[in-house]
């Protein structure tokens, strides 16, 4: 009984192997690659050659374009005027040359005074307080360390503070 089922078994090995040769040969021979190359050379050569030729160059009057643009003089004209430019801020220093602020003080709150030296020759100096105008700037605020000074020119109030010493 061990040889027929030794026989039965090599006879199903070998059948086995046939099959796997017969599927390696139809896949080499059957390649779906080389049938679609196959096909395409088929078209390419049954294909028809077109010639494509470029189109005419259309010349365009450019010269009646720029006369007509520059013609019109209304395309020129800004659409809305420029803005003017901004009012210069005053010369603080030039305004304020020589004005000196001291330590010295009198009074308190609004109510304080500063001696100013007005020039560089100055020995006296007067004493001012807040809302006198010195050269056109009206001192606005006082403390401790520096006085502030504003001037207002169109409409628009440009303050400097100018320290005591």
Do not use: C
Request: hydrophobic content about 40%; aromatic content about 6%.
């Amino acid at each position: 009984m061990t040889t027929n089922m030794a026989r039965v078994l090599f006879a199903a090995g070998v059948v086995v192997l046939a099959a796997l040769a017969v599927a390696i040969v139809m896949t080499v021979v059957s390649s779906p690659v080389a049938a679609r190359r196959a096909e395409l050379e088929t078209q390419l050569e049954t294909a028809r050659i077109v010639d494509f030729a470029k189109p005419p160059r259309i010349e365009l009057p450019y010269d009646r374009f720029h006369e007509q643009i520059t013609g019109k003089p209304a395309l020129w004209s800004p659409i809305a005027e420029p803005p003017k430019a901004p009012a210069k801020p005053p010369e603080w220093d030039k305004l304020l040359q020589g004005v000196r602020p001291t330590r010295q003080e009198i009074g308190t709150g609004n109510s304080r005074k500063v001696k100013v030296m007005l020039s560089p020759n100055d020995k006296q100096g007067r004493w001012v307080r807040m809302g006198e105008a010195i050269n056109g700037a009206i001192i606005t605020d006082i403390t401790a360390t520096d006085i502030e000074f504003t001037m207002e020119q169109n409409g628009i109030a440009y303050t400097h503070r100018l320290g005591r010493s």
